[in-house]
């Protein structure tokens, strides 16, 4: 399954640090999703982008920042994370943005450790 | 918002016993979603059901939404150790998917 692709796979950070998580989608899909999945919780839908621009925000804190350069490639950046923030960070894709909520296609996840 | 609910949220059964996980929504879906996630992996779509009282079937998962769009559930038939996972729902309306909690399923060979 190399539809969608996640780097890092892990990543492990200080409070202080700044890094990105970088998601590719090779589907041809017009819509891309972050997710926060933690233990014990359902999957946390963070950011959409449709066709390149953001079209949901979920009250994401602003340490989270993220970045749709175009259709296939969605960036999350880091900034002074929290040890709370630990957590599986899942991209995803569809085909389109729709109303009745389309099939999601989910790339690895980049596990995230904060120190 | 729109909640939904998943249980249980384990279930450990012997090779060859049956399972079923259900999930109940707050709001009135426009479809219901099911996804399977390995230990150490990802969630992977498994299929997609649009109409009240729709049921599908693959192989040994039979798959129901309700006549009021509001719950559907996943039944496994006589387990097997490849069935192990968390599996999930996921409601969809309003433009994006609510997901349950998941139901961790463990099979003992």
């Known amino acids: 399954e190399t539809g969608v692709t996640q780097t890092p796979r892990h990543l492990v950070m200080g409070m202080t640090n700044k890094k990105s998580l970088k998601c590719e989608q090779h589907l041809g899909h017009n819509a891309m999703y972050w997710y926060k999945q933690s233990a014990k919780k359902p999957l946390e839908l963070m950011f959409v982008?449709?066709?390149?621009?953001?079209?949901e925000n979920n009250s994401v804190p602003s340490r989270f920042s993220p970045e749709c350069p175009n259709s296939s490639h969605l960036f999350l950046h880091l900034h002074t994370l929290q040890p709370e923030d630990s957590a599986l960070y899942l991209c995803?894709?569809?085909?389109?943005?729709?109303?009745?909520?389309?099939?999601?296609?989910f790339g690895p996840g980049t596990r995230l450790l904060v120190l | 918002g729109q909640q939904v609910m998943q249980i249980p949220q384990y279930q450990h059964v012997q090779e060859g016993e049956d399972f079923t996980t259900y999930c109940n929504s707050s709001t009135t879906l426009s479809n219901i979603q099911w996804y399977k996630q390995r230990p150490g992996g990802h969630p992977v779509f498994l299929i997609q059901?649009?109409?009240?009282?729709e049921v599908k079937k693959q192989k040994r998962l039979t798959f129901q939404f309700g006549e009021a769009k509001k719950n559907s559930s996943l039944h496994i038939t006589a387990t097997q150790t490849t069935d192990v996972g968390t599996y999930f729902c996921g409601g969809g309306s309003n433009y994006k998917l609510t997901f349950g909690k998941g139901t961790l399923l463990t099979v003992n060979p």
């Open positions: 995803a894709s569809s085909q389109d943005y729709a109303g009745w909520g389309e099939t999601q296609y």
């Open positions: 059901l649009v109409k009240s009282g």
């Open positions: 982008y449709s066709l390149e621009e953001r079209v």
